[in-house]
């Protein structure tokens, strides 16, 4: 799997919006871009994924460059149930099985 | 909303001992996963079953390791003989195909403790 970059920690205030970028140089045309994240003792949970368009979702939106080299995932305004681990995985459509490979991801601190 | 369950909750026992984790994935889905998190590090793939088979599994997933579908709603599993490196969460997960596209969702984990 492709591999991807992100800032080991980001801070925000609550009710403001978060970007949180990936970078993903070596992405290939078939790589889907998935984000995941994991809240305090839990299991990960899925977010949003995408292939070149801009996608939103009722949790979050993702912006992927024009060169899909990069992304960032947006949450529209940070409650304190967003901090979590983010994690950016690139999966590609045509191998099967479908494993995550999780990197250390960003981990979000929400400041009330 | 379905959600994946896993039992159980915690588990602690001594080395050397078998476990069985159990998992009960989202009723329609087809694809079944086993991750594992080590306190403070990252998540772990183990491996991936699909039609009563594994599909890929991971170095991780040695001899001590086997997974099962034994009545068609639990996925289970099994540490043979368990050792002290063994302790982690243990998510199970599933999703409805084996593509890059779905989604996986993931149980809220079993703690393993081995003493």
């Known amino acids: 799997d492709a591999k991807t970059t992100q800032p080991n920690s980001m801070e925000s205030n609550e009710e403001e919006p978060v970007h949180l970028p990936c970078n993903h140089s070596t992405i290939s045309g078939t790589d889907y871009i998935h984000w995941y994240r994991q809240l305090p003792s839990q299991g990960p949970e899925y977010v949003i994924h995408?292939?070149?368009s801009n996608v939103n979702n009722r949790m979050a939106s993702l912006a992927i460059a024009e060169d899909r080299k990069s992304s960032t995932l947006i949450l529209h305004r940070a409650t304190l149930r967003d901090a979590a681990v983010y994690y950016c995985i690139l999966r590609d459509v045509r191998t099967g099985a479908n494993n995550l490979f999780f990197g250390t991801g960003t981990r979000l601190t929400v400041i009330p | 909303e379905p959600e994946v369950t896993q039992t159980p909750s915690h588990q602690v026992t001594q080395m050397g001992q078998e476990v069985i984790l159990r998992c009960v994935p989202i009723s329609n889905h087809l694809y079944f996963y086993w991750y594992r998190q080590i306190l403070g590090q990252k998540v772990e793939f183990l491996v991936s079953f699909y039609n009563n088979e594994i599909s890929e599994k991971s170095e991780i997933f040695d001899d001590q390791f086997s997974v099962e579908r034994p009545d068609g709603s639990n996925f289970t599993l099994k540490i043979r003989s368990t050792k002290l490196e063994d302790s982690a969460m243990y998510f199970c997960?599933?999703?409805?195909?084996?593509?890059?596209?779905?989604?996986?969702?993931f149980g809220p984990g079993t703690r393993l403790l081995v003493l």
């Open positions: 997960a599933s999703s409805p195909t084996g593509t890059g596209l779905a989604p996986q969702y």
């Open positions: 995408g292939l070149t």
